[in-house]
Structure formats: structure tokens, C-alpha cells
């Protein structure tokens, strides 16, 4: 393995302090990272837009930042990707639309400006599905993303893109957006880390649906300690975010560590009945005495969620009929079948549709945290399918269960998601294929530090993270 080869292995805390010690530049971080895309980027299709030139230069301005002895920031020096959702001033921003394939914005989103100020290199911007519709990463604009454990199949998504890169070693750090698992379940698939953080804990500017509660944006990264590390940089409260939490980020900073000893966490195999391939339980229950040998009392238990289906889709709907009812109107011919039917749903529902929604969330909620308050922690499948092939589109059965729409095959995702506690993906083991299979840890509300601490815990027994994939001939 060469010198380059071995900074792309580093995470990014290890990376970043060997730039504090002097043992590392942010040149030579960078360049090690843009050989690595161009070796791996063609056989997956992870980054859409690259600006290696603008890198460099502002790899050597950092350099010489840190030669004039100035403060560096969390993410000095730290080469990041955008998903392509988020704005980046004066670099394509194409939401993976035709109707944005050549839009260049003048600001960057909030999530952006909030790493650059830390002192993070953009290399470029990540694939998703159309306007992040979707757990499988494809458009007409890009084409797919492949898995980096086998090109034949999904990277996942919407936040595919962010994921494969990660698993690549093509970046140490991304972020994404997740509305019904878009952090999770490519993080799942490719064998990385993606966290779903509190509504409003890293804060959502500029957005069309700013008191939207379902989506938010998030680190990912191949390690906890590296996703916690991005999340310090980017939370903390904004006034233009009606939603943000207005709580010290630097919360997530320092040791992970923590004694779960007595600690109870629930096992929710199937989320209360729904259907699961086999591959994806076995997995799991192969990792679950990794909860015992860090002192804690498992039991199988799951929340009731009943109404979240309905509930969920009718919410998703009216944010689809809020951020793209213009586009649908003038552009339908564009758009792609599925993103047409959210916004349609969105738009043709019965007000009662949208009433009984928020009754059903406000129940779900009450249910859940009555549920928490017994067991911190509960455990269960991030999706409910291994990686499937890449040209097909969605999942239309699990295990002999119809799927009745495309996101059907999510709802280990955004059952969750509706809920509004935070959630984690960990990387926990792999079939006999080698296909890799996440965990999905859900904590308290807002208790992110102790849901960092848990999946920190079991990535240090399992380490499955280590295990990269292997570039085919």
C-alpha cells in the first residue's frame, strides 16, 4: 500500500491531528484524496461535480494559514463532499434534475458555509435520486451510483453518493439530508456510518419547508468519532432555522467513552411485523451479543407505530406539494414518475388526510416517549433489504409482501423518522456475499451525545468498519 494510500485509510480524527502536529499538510491530505477519486470514481459514480483545481488552491491557502500560527478550525485542512441537494456557491448544485443541470447558486447552504468556516476543503458534490426521491441513487442527469462492495448493486440513497465516496476512501467526511432514511440506509449498504441528528439539530437554511420536521441534514463518515467530529462543526442555533436547537455543539467534542453497564436497550427485529430478508436479521442477530458483553439488558420490545404509514406519507406528501408544486406545473414533462405522485399526493389529499396525519404523529410521539423512558436505547434493521441490483429501481416485494409505492420497502426508516428521535446507522457485520449490513440504534429525544456513545461502543467490539472494499480489475 503506498503513502497516498494509507492518509485515505485515516479517519478524519487521526487526519486531523497530524495536520495539528505538523506531520501533514492539507496539500498533501488533498491530493492523496483527489488520486483516490480519480482511481475509484469512474467504476462508482459518487461525485458528480469535482473542482480539484479550487481544492489545491485552497489546500495551500490552509497550509498557510497554519504556518502564520492562526487558530485552526475543527475541520482544518479536511477534505469534505456536499451532497448535491445543498447549495455551493459557484459550483453546480443540480438536485439531480434536468431542471437544474446547470445551475450555479451564489451562497451555500448553512451546512456548507458552517464546514468551510471550520476550515474544510470541498472537493465537489455527491449523486442523489432526483430531489432526494428515494433510497436508490440514480437520475437522468448523472446516471446511478454503484456500491463500492460490488458495482453490480445500489449504493442506496438518497445520500448514495456521500456514502459510496466515504466507503471508497475517496473523502473522510460527507454529509446528506435524511427525510425517510436518506442518511441511514446508503450508510447501511455501504458499510459506513450515517447519522439522522434531531429536527433542528444542525440547523436548515435556506429551505422551502423551514418548520418541516421530517427531513434533516447530517453527517456521515466511516467511524462515530469522525460523524460526531462533522456534527460539532455543523449544530448549533441559527435564527433563520425556526427549528434549531439552541445547544453548545462542542457537546459532541472529546471521548466517547462511556460504562453502559445496567443500561436497558430494546430489539425490534422487524419494527413490529414488517417483513425483513433474512440476510439482513441474521446479520443483526450475529451482532447482538455485543450489547451484553458491554454490561447491558437486551430485550425484544418495540414501540407501537401504529398510523405511521398513513401518517408519514400524507406529511411527505404535503412537503413534496410545498417545495415542487411550481416545477410540476411548469416542468412535469421533467420530472421523474415518482416525484410527479409525491407532489400529487401532496397536493390532491383531503385536508382530513393531513389532519389525522398530525394526530397519528402527535400519538406516535407520546408512545414513543412513554417507550424510552424504560429502555434508552432500541435496536433494529436500518432497511429491510440487503443492496440490490442497480438498474432496478425500487423494491416491489420483501419476502413475499407487496410493496404498495416506492418508499414502501423504507418504512425501518421512517417510522423512525416520524418520531423525531435521533437515529444512527453502524456499520455491523456482512452476508456470506460480502454484502455489508447496518444497525440501526435509536436514543432518547435530542440525546444524541448518548447515542454517539453507544454506537461508538459497539464500532470499537465489532470493527467492522475496517473492513474496505476492494477495487475490482
Not at 458555509?113 to 437522468?140: C, D, H, M, W, Y
Not at 404498495?404 to 435521533?422: A, K
Request: charged content about 20%.
Amino acid at each position: 500500500m503506498t503513502f497516498q494510500s494509507n492518509l485515505c485509510d485515516m479517519t478524519a480524527v487521526a487526519l486531523r491531528a497530524e495536520i495539528a502536529a505538523g506531520h501533514l499538510s492539507a496539500r498533501e491530505i488533498v491530493t492523496a484524496h483527489l488520486e483516490r477519486i480519480e482511481t475509484w470514481n469512474p467504476r462508482i459514480n459518487a461525485i458528480v461535480t469535482l473542482d480539484a483545481e479550487g481544492a489545491l488552491a485552497n489546500a495551500a491557502r490552509a497550509d498557510e494559514r497554519q504556518a502564520r500560527g492562526e487558530t485552526l478550525g475543527l475541520l482544518h485542512g479536511l477534505p469534505v463532499v456536499h451532497k448535491d441537494s445543498f447549495l455551493t456557491a459557484g459550483m453546480r448544485t443540480t438536485y439531480g434534475s434536468p431542471l437544474y443541470r446547470d445551475f450555479v447558486p451564489e451562497r451555500d447552504s448553512l451546512i456548507v458555509s458552517r464546514q468551510r468556516a471550520a476550515g474544510a476543503i470541498t472537493l465537489g458534490k455527491t449523486n442523489l435520486p432526483e430531489f432526494g426521491a428515494g433510497s436508490q441513487t440514480f437520475n437522468t442527469v448523472f446516471g446511478a451510483t454503484r456500491n463500492p462492495y460490488d458495482p453490480r448493486l445500489t449504493a442506496g440513497g438518497s445520500s448514495g453518493g456521500a456514502a459510496a465516496a466515504l466507503a471508497a476512501r475517496m473523502v473522510p467526511l460527507a454529509d446528506g439530508t435524511d427525510m425517510g432514511g436518506s442518511l441511514r440506509n446508503p450508510a447501511s449498504f455501504c458499510n459506513v456510518v450515517g447519522l439522522r441528528p434531531s429536527p433542528g439539530r444542525v440547523p436548515q437554511w435556506p429551505t422551502a419547508s423551514p418548520y418541516n420536521t421530517l427531513t434533516v441534514a447530517g453527517p456521515m463518515a466511516r467511524t462515530v468519532a469522525d460523524a460526531a467530529l462533522l456534527l460539532a462543526a455543523t449544530a448549533g442555533p441559527d435564527t433563520r432555522d425556526p427549528l434549531a436547537i439552541d445547544q453548545d455543539p462542542a457537546s459532541f467534542l472529546g471521548s466517547l467513552e462511556r460504562d453502559f453497564k445496567g443500561v436497558r436497550v430494546a430489539y425490534a427485529p422487524n419494527w413490529g411485523g414488517l417483513p425483513v430478508e433474512p440476510g439482513v436479521v441474521d446479520a443483526l442477530e450475529q451482532s447482538l451479543p455485543v450489547f451484553a458483553e458491554l454490561g447491558m439488558h437486551l430485550e425484544h420490545a418495540c414501540p407501537d407505530f401504529t398510523g405511521a404509514d398513513a401518517s408519514f406519507q400524507a406529511l411527505r406528501g404535503q412537503t413534496f406539494a410545498v417545495g415542487y408544486e411550481t416545477a410540476l406545473r411548469e416542468h412535469r414533462h421533467l420530472l421523474k414518475d415518482t416525484v410527479v405522485w409525491n407532489i400529487e399526493l401532496g397536493l390532491q389529499q383531503p385536508a382530513a388526510a393531513v389532519v389525522q396525519a398530525e394526530r397519528d404523529r402527535a400519538a406516535l410521539f407520546a408512545r414513543m416517549h412513554a417507550f424510552m423512558q424504560t429502555h434508552e436505547f432500541v435496536v433494529g434493521p436500518v432497511s429491510q433489504v440487503l443492496p440490490f441490483p442497480v438498474e432496478q429501481e425500487t423494491v416491489s416485494s420483501i419476502e413475499g409482501t407487496h410493496m404498495r409505492n416506492y418508499i414502501d420497502w423504507m418504512r425501518s426508516g421512517y417510522y423512525l423518522s416520524l418520531t423525531g428521535h435521533p437515529a444512527i446507522s453502524v456499520p455491523c457485520g456482512f452476508t456470506a456475499e460480502g454484502l455489508p449490513v447496518g444497525i440501526q440504534i435509536v436514543g432518547r429525544y435530542r440525546q444524541e451525545r448518548a447515542l454517539l456513545q453507544l454506537a461508538h461502543a459497539f464500532e470499537q467490539a465489532t470493527q467492522c468498519w475496517r473492513r474496505a472494499p476492494v477495487l475490482a480489475d
